[in-house]
């Protein structure tokens, strides 16, 4: 990485004020405004307005597949990042493009690779071919904007660069859960990853009239615990059911929205349980078949991060009870925030840490239990929402 100048000036410094750091997601958009100090002068969360073409990384991609010379997606972000970092530094009197020297930008391999107008079609469909594997680099009205790669195609810049910044000790596994649930686990001095499907279960899909994924979570185990749906997904009493309804759906009015206030009436439909079953199953089979894989016993693990927004907003007793971490795991849960926007900001203020990052991200381990009979009889028999031990 050079050092941090306008196009055309690399080496000259001083050419602009501040830098940017933009954690590319799926959902949403986290943008920092740094200063030359590298303190933080503002920060803003926007809904990624790629979201029309699709609610997640699947869709999307399909949809590129249909329409493969459009621009429509790429377009749409780069315009949201050229409208809110103009608003940002209007607010610190400073004006875009000429008071902003360079832009990083850490995301999911789909998202990253959509974002530099690259065909994501080698990551719809085995063996998965992720379209770059080093930092790439492009001119946003004159700034330079880098876009580091990650370790596969499901292990992208988001939870490696999150692993890096933290950084994963010894004995700590990271969890980064979208519409991939990705893991990094640090155990003999060697990083491993893997990346489970989820699906839409932990993506704005699973929102019902803006209500969070998370509360979807919370509901359907609230159903569990007051035995109105069995473990294996079954509504148990047909006097739950909506009467007008003809997908069988729950309606729950005494859901919450993830700000703790009574929200809209949230419906728990047969597809979103089998979502969450899924999601649930995927994230477990894979955390249980990663620590074998490394050799790590789960009851050896002393912390384990839970990363983005998803991690955020989720209650750790309902990711105990619905089976996506083993219970007894829980007091060693710590919520990291943001790691992802982290990396963003130390890799743009510090031209030696991308070095860094490139240099962690080779010795990355990567496992794929996709065809694995192990790993598909654990996930079929994790599809019951319950607890583990």
Same mark, same amino acid.
């Given at each position: 990485?050079?050092?941090?100048? !306008?196009?055309?000036?690399?080496?000259?410094?001083?050419?602009?004020?501040?830098?940017?750091?933009?954690?590319?997601?799926?959902?949403?958009?986290?943008?920092?405004?740094?200063?030359?100090?590298?303190?933080?002068?503002?920060?803003? $969360?926007?809904?990624?307005?790629?979201?029309?073409f699709?609610s997640?990384?699947?869709?999307?991609?399909?949809?590129?597949?249909?329409?493969?010379?459009? !621009?429509?997606?790429?377009?749409?972000?780069?315009?949201?990042?050229?409208?809110?970092?103009?608003?940002?530094?209007?607010?610190?009197?400073a004006?875009?493009?000429d008071?902003?020297?360079?832009?990083?930008?850490?995301?999911?391999?789909?998202?990253?690779?959509?974002?530099?107008?690259?065909?994501?079609?080698?990551?719809g469909?085995?063996?998965?071919?992720?379209?770059?594997?080093?930092? !790439?680099?492009?001119?946003?009205? $004159?700034?330079?904007?880098?876009?580091?790669?990650?370790?596969?195609a499901?292990l992208?810049?988001?939870?490696?660069?999150?692993?890096?910044?933290?950084?994963?000790?010894?004995?700590?596994?990271?969890l980064?859960?979208?519409? &991939?649930?990705?893991?990094?686990?640090?155990?003999?001095?060697?990083?491993?990853?893997?990346?489970?499907?989820?699906?839409?279960?932990?993506?704005?899909?699973?929102?019902?009239?803006?209500?969070?994924?998370?509360?979807?979570?919370?509901?359907i185990?609230d159903?569990?615990?007051?035995?109105?749906?069995s473990?294996?997904? &079954?509504?148990?009493?047909?006097?739950?059911?909506?009467?007008?309804?003809?997908?069988?759906?729950?309606?729950?009015?005494?859901?919450?929205?993830?700000?703790?206030?009574?929200?809209?009436?949230?419906?728990?439909?047969?597809k979103?349980?089998?979502?969450?079953?899924l999601?649930?199953?995927?994230?477990?089979a894979?955390f249980?078949?990663?620590?074998?894989?490394? $050799?790590?016993?789960?009851?050896?693990?002393?912390t384990?991060?839970?990363?983005?927004?998803?991690?955020?907003?989720?209650?750790?007793?309902?990711?105990?009870?619905?089976?996506i971490?083993?219970?007894f795991?829980l007091? !060693?849960?710590?919520?990291? $925030?943001?790691?992802?926007?982290?990396?963003?900001e130390?890799?743009?203020?510090?031209?030696?840490?991308?070095?860094?990052?490139?240099?962690?991200?080779?010795?990355?381990?990567?496992?794929?239990?996709?065809?694995?009979?192990?790993?598909?009889?654990?996930f079929?028999?994790?599809?019951?929402?319950?607890?583990?031990?």
């Open positions: 990485m050079p050092k941090i100048g !306008r196009k055309g000036k690399e080496g000259i410094e001083g050419m602009g004020s501040y830098r940017a750091a933009i954690d590319l997601g799926t959902t949403t958009l986290e943008l920092s405004l740094l200063k030359e100090d590298g303190s933080v002068a503002a920060r803003r $969360g926007i809904p990624n307005p790629e979201s029309r699709g997640d990384v699947i869709s999307r991609m399909t949809y590129l597949q249909k329409h493969p010379e459009s !621009r429509e997606l790429l377009d749409s972000v780069r315009l949201s990042f050229r409208t809110v970092l103009s608003e940002m530094l209007s607010g610190q009197e004006a875009y493009p008071d902003l020297s360079g832009i990083v930008v850490t995301a999911n391999t789909v998202m990253a690779s959509i974002l530099l107008g690259l065909s994501t079609e080698s990551l469909r085995a063996p998965f071919h992720m379209p770059f594997v080093e930092t !790439r680099e492009f001119d946003l009205d $004159g700034i330079p904007v880098w876009v580091p790669a990650g370790a596969s499901f992208g810049s988001d939870s490696c660069g999150g692993a890096w910044e933290l950084p994963l000790k010894e004995k700590e596994i990271l980064d859960l979208g519409t &991939n649930g990705e893991m990094l686990l640090c155990y003999n001095g060697k990083i491993h990853g893997a990346s489970a499907a989820c699906g839409p279960a932990f993506e704005n899909c699973t929102r019902s009239k803006g209500i969070y994924g998370s509360t979807t979570l919370s509901v185990a159903l569990i615990k007051r035995g109105k749906l473990p294996n997904g &079954n509504f148990m009493d047909s006097k739950s059911m909506d009467p007008n309804s003809k997908d069988m759906k729950f309606t729950d009015g005494r859901s919450k929205d993830k700000y703790g206030g009574v929200s809209d009436r949230l419906e728990i439909t047969p979103i349980l089998r979502d969450v079953q999601a649930s199953a995927a994230v477990y894979t249980s078949m990663l620590l074998k894989r490394a $050799g790590c016993p789960v009851k050896e693990l002393r384990v991060y839970l990363s983005g927004g998803f991690g955020f907003h989720m209650s750790l007793r309902d990711a105990g009870s619905l089976g971490l083993p219970e795991l007091d !060693r849960v710590k919520v990291s $925030g943001n790691t992802s926007l982290l990396a963003a130390r890799m743009v203020m510090d031209p030696k840490a991308l070095s860094g990052y490139t240099a962690f991200l080779k010795d990355v381990i990567t496992h794929r239990f996709a065809g694995d009979s192990e790993f598909e009889t654990l079929i028999d994790s599809m019951i929402l319950k607890p583990r031990k």
